[in-house]
């Protein structure tokens, strides 16, 4: 009696812990699913990667031919490596004039949207005053009208006070977009600036497409479509991951 019970009360030493092993099972569950909906999803990562990466291949490509070897052999490698299309296009077709056209818009328009969008945030953030949840409410709902709806308003006000197809007066128009709506936008320089001589990037490649007819020489214009999309990669370059970071973040509140 005396012996069982000293056996079954013998303590484990004090510097000896067994490790917890949990009971082995036949998998976790959902794990097979995990597997299938993970696949799925690079299977559909890799099909959207080539949809958007080919054509960008195929235009760098397009950018070193000559017209007549684009319609002879469009998916062929050019014949010679030779940057007189990219010399072409910035000089005899203006698309370096135009180039610096769009930063001076670009980036004017983005330093006033820094600068002003920076101080009212701050001040409807930190302070309360009568009518500031209806100024909130008021710049959102100013975020839902189609930027169209402004033209015909914005053409009479740079007309009155004189900014019509002028560069100012389109960083003015254009203050309120990001980067890249700055960059590609279209349908307010086509509007609002008329002047050839103050045309930004997105007019001079309608402009370079369309002067012609039937005989462009798609290879400067390949090359000239090349010159405006490298900018936009650039800073997406730069700024990737304060991007992923803001999106990761935004996701997760």
């Given amino acids: ?10 303590p484990a030493p004090s510097g000896d812990r067994v490790p917890f092993e949990p009971a ?7 794990t097979a699913g995990d597997k299938a909906v993970t696949g799925f999803s690079h299977a559909v ?21 000559t017209s007549s070897e684009i319609f002879a052999s469009p998916f062929a490698l050019p014949q010679r490596w030779s940057f007189d299309n990219y010399v072409h296009a910035w000089t005899d077709a203006g698309i370096g004039s135009f180039f610096f056209n769009s930063v001076i818009v670009v980036f004017g328009a983005l330093i006033l949207t820094m600068l002003f969008g920076s101080m009212s945030a701050y001040v409807l953030a930190r302070f309360s005053f009568p009518g500031s949840r209806a100024l909130y409410y008021l710049m959102l709902a100013g975020l839902t009208f189609p930027i169209f709806l402004a033209i015909v308003p914005l053409f009479f006000v740079l007309r009155g006070i004189g900014l019509l197809n002028t560069l100012p007066g389109l960083i003015l128009t254009v203050a309120i977009l990001n980067f890249v709506g700055l960059w590609n936008q279209f349908l307010l320089p086509i509007a609002l600036n008329t002047n050839p001589d103050n045309y930004v990037l997105t007019q001079a490649m309608a402009s370079f497409a369309s002067q012609a007819g039937y005989s462009v020489d798609f290879g400067a214009l390949f090359a000239a479509v090349v010159i405006t999309v490298v900018p936009v990669l650039i800073i997406y370059l730069i700024f990737q991951r304060q991007l992923q970071g803001s999106v990761s973040q935004g996701t997760n509140k």
Avoid at 1 to 10: F, L, N, Y
Avoid at 24 to 30: F, V
């Fill in 1 to 10: 009696m005396t012996q069982i019970s000293q056996v079954g009360a013998a």
């Fill in 45 to 65: 990562l890799i099909i959207w990667s080539v949809l958007v990466i080919l054509p960008l291949i195929w235009v760098l490509m397009s950018s070193f031919k």
């Fill in 24 to 30: 082995e099972s036949g998998g976790a569950p959902g």
